[in-house]
């Protein structure tokens, strides 16, 4: 249980230092890198700026981009930053406990790793970090049908903090194997993503030619080799392949037809899957009833960070009215357009039990390896903490709606 201690020299929680395991690299601690003065992260849009200096355009365009005019993205988080929290004070609020439980899993931070593809593009070794880090600050951490790594591998690493996020994808076949292998490998939690029936267009893709299975081809060089870190660790590594596909990758189709998944899979899969099922890009809902009567224990809601449908409602936006027709005590996830620790305090408040956050982790990775996702979560975890005090809130349940400042008043009294 991570207790915030009543000192105002502490950055973080009580023995939050994630001790990376030889092998992954030479990683210091968060603590020690501000000691020294050494390069860390300092939040998201820190890491974001990193970023953009250390990869190639194109795989930064791959990370960042979005559909369409990619409203939508700045839609999401600036649907954040409308929201205010009315502040009390002279309440006792030492010390804090972050700790929660979803879905019967008990977790030492209210938030998590979002499952993404390809994801080493960003760092070498992204899925090993983020499956190490998870396991050592005891958070979840998914992992997708179209990752670089084998999704046996993340749940060695992550241990039964690993979920398994599935896509459906011709041939059928496949997408089944990838359900037995899950299970096979001891996933507990499956992540169904209904919301790509097709991939939409991502314009910076379309125009710096970036295709999937990656290739690094001749047309951009000059981009690789005036990013000379990026370049030769990925040759050193082996360029990343989305290899829970066939053909160690190559037979992957990023652009096939996802539209097998309907309603009458769903039933299927809830039949086929022993574990816990989460079903993930929920925005409406009537969607968000349905999938509740087909049996899945957690709803998702996403918009797939602006990365599918550039018009639609950012997700915290719709996250109060799916919890208020779904009732208290429905498990939700939320992510798409978190950037911060008041993010995070904001969506629990809304009616998320859980929060996870996809770009700032891969920013935070090709910032500073390690060392740079450390940081962020570390910041993460002490800015909840601090926007929980101002709250007067000392527990994760704590956190409720009546805290939201509507119409200039707050309805907390």
């Known amino acids: 249980m991570y207790e915030w201690q009543n000192?105002?020299?502490?950055?973080?929680?009580?023995g939050f230092s994630i001790p990376f395991?030889?092998?992954?690299?030479?990683?210091?601690s968060y603590e020690s890198s501000i000691k020294s003065g050494a390069p860390c992260v300092i939040d998201a849009t820190h890491a974001?700026?990193?970023?953009?200096k250390r990869l190639p355009k194109l795989i930064f365009d791959f990370i960042d981009g979005a559909a369409g005019r990619e409203i939508g993205k700045v839609r999401n988080k600036q649907a954040f930053g409308d929201i205010q929290l009315q502040s009390r004070v002279l309440r006792q609020v030492d010390p804090r406990n972050l700790t929660t439980k979803f879905i019967d899993q008990s977790f030492q931070l209210p938030f998590g790793i979002a499952?993404?593809?390809?994801?080493?593009?960003?760092?070498?070794?992204?899925d090993q970090i983020m499956g190490q880090v998870a396991k050592t600050a005891q958070i979840p951490v998914g992992l997708?049908?179209?990752a670089s790594s084998r999704l046996e591998d993340m749940r060695k690493w992550a241990g039964t903090y690993a979920w398994f996020q599935l896509y459906v994808t011709p041939p059928l076949d496949h997408t089944l194997s990838l359900v037995r292998r899950a299970q096979n490998a001891g996933y507990s939690t499956l992540v169904f993503t209904v919301d790509v029936p097709q991939v939409s267009r991502r314009l910076r893709d379309v125009a710096n030619g970036f295709k999937m299975p990656f290739r690094m081809r001749s047309?951009?060089?000059?981009?690789?080799?005036?990013?000379?870190?990026?370049?030769?660790?990925?040759?050193?590594?082996?360029?990343?392949?989305?290899?829970?596909?066939?053909?160690n990758g190559d037979g992957f189709d990023r652009d096939a037809s996802r539209a097998l998944a309907d309603w009458e899979f769903l039933k299927r899969l809830r039949e086929l899957w022993p574990g816990k099922l989460v079903v993930k890009g929920i925005t409406s809902v009537p969607d968000a009833l349905q999938v509740q009567e087909c049996g899945a224990d957690a709803i998702y809601i996403s918009t797939h960070g602006g990365r599918q449908l550039d018009s639609a409602p950012a997700s915290i936006a719709v996250l109060p009215l799916i919890r208020q027709a779904l009732g208290p005590d429905y498990p939700l996830l939320i992510d798409s357009g978190v950037r911060n620790g008041e993010d995070i305090v904001k969506a629990l408040v809304c009616g998320a039990n859980m929060v996870m956050l996809g770009r700032?982790?891969?920013?935070?990775?090709?910032?500073?390896g390690a060392r740079g996702l450390d940081a962020l979560f570390s910041g993460l975890a002490y800015d909840v903490s601090a926007a929980m005090a101002q709250l007067g809130a000392r527990n994760i349940s704590d956190l409720t709606p009546a805290m939201i400042v509507k119409n200039n008043h707050a309805l907390l009294d």
Not at 48 to 52: H, V, Y
Not at 224 to 235: D, G, K, N, V
């Open 7 to 14: 000192k105002s020299e502490l950055f973080l929680p009580s």
């Open 21 to 28: 395991c030889k092998g992954v690299g030479g990683y210091v």
């Open 48 to 52: 974001r700026f990193l970023a953009k």
């Open 115 to 126: 499952p993404m593809g390809m994801c080493n593009l960003s760092h070498p070794k992204a």
């Open 144 to 146: 997708s049908s179209a």
């Open 219 to 247: 047309k951009q060089f000059f981009d690789f080799a005036t990013h000379p870190r990026w370049s030769l660790a990925t040759l050193a590594n082996g360029v990343p392949k989305p290899l829970n596909f066939p053909d």
């Open 360 to 368: 700032p982790v891969l920013y935070a990775l090709a910032a500073d």
